[in-house]
T-cell receptor, first 116, second 110 residues
Framework: DSGVTQTPKHLITATGQRVTLRCSPR?????VYWYQQSLDQGLQFLIH???????AKGNILERFSAQQFPDLHSELNLSSLELGDSALYFC???????????????FGPGTRLTVL | GENVEQHPSTLSVQEGDSAVIKCTYS??????FPWYKQELGKGPQLIID?????GEKKDQRIAVTLNKTAKHFSLHITETQPEDSAVYFC?????????FGAGTTVTVRA
């Protein structure tokens, strides 16, 4: 158990709908990352938040957005869903800068999204 | 951006034998190279990592080597056991963004 929690575990929805995925980082970690894992694209970095602020964006679609709240949990919002958005979505967290492990990322169990 | 290539895509080994997975990266500024193990239905688990100021690191049956000149790094698992069966991912970064290889499915035959 990495200490990162994600809810829900599974999500089944229809095309055109909007969903919210939730992540709580490990205690003490300020950084949260979101990744998408699909069969044909592998693990793709989506976005990085540090202490409530967006730090980096990867291959994140405009239909997707994220935020990190003052209690450091993060939400990934996916809208106008398409069949191709079906994937595993992982959240990861890392220790704060200044520690020797600052860029180690610890992954949660993921949310499996199925768009029908 | 960083491009990480990983080989082989599948690897079958006899229990007790060694397994080696190799990765290459494109960005010479990358300085952190973790390896993750992902079991079915679970998230990737960090099993070992190496930073660019080190050439080799070992943790029990697992070792990682890094050749910065050639821009490649490898994972070595010795005395493989059935519980080593999983998908293994290499990654590279020079900050916070990890770029992953495509993964290697390792099967340990009893």
């Amino acid at each position: 158990d990495s200490g990162v929690t994600q809810t829900p575990k599974h999500l089944i929805t229809a095309t055109g709908q909007r969903v919210t995925l939730r992540c709580s980082p490990r205690s003490g970690d300020l950084s949260v990352y979101w990744y998408q894992q699909s069969l044909d694209q592998g693990l793709q970095f989506l976005i990085h938040y540090y202490n409530g602020e967006e730090r980096a964006k990867g291959n994140i679609l405009e239909r997707f957005s994220a935020q990190q709240f003052p209690d450091l949990h993060s939400e990934l919002n996916l809208s106008s869903l398409e069949l191709g958005d079906s994937a595993l979505y992982f959240c990861a967290s890392s220790p704060r800068p200044g520690t020797t492990q600052y860029n180690e990322q610890f992954f949660g169990p993921g949310t499996r999204l199925t768009v029908l | 951006g960083e491009n990480v290539e990983q080989h082989p895509s599948t690897l079958s080994v006899q229990e007790g034998d060694s397994a080696v997975i190799k990765c290459t990266y494109s960005d010479s500024a990358s300085n952190y190279f973790p390896w993750y193990k992902q079991e079915l239905g679970k998230g990737p688990q960090l099993i070992i990592d190496i930073r660019s100021n080190v050439g080799e690191k070992k943790d029990q049956r697992i070792a990682v080597t890094l050749n910065k000149t050639a821009k490649h790094f490898s994972l070595h698992i010795t005395e493989t056991q059935p519980e080593d069966s999983a998908v293994y991912f290499c990654a590279a970064s020079r900050g916070y963004k990890l770029s992953f290889g495509a993964g290697t499915t390792v099967t340990v035959r009893a």
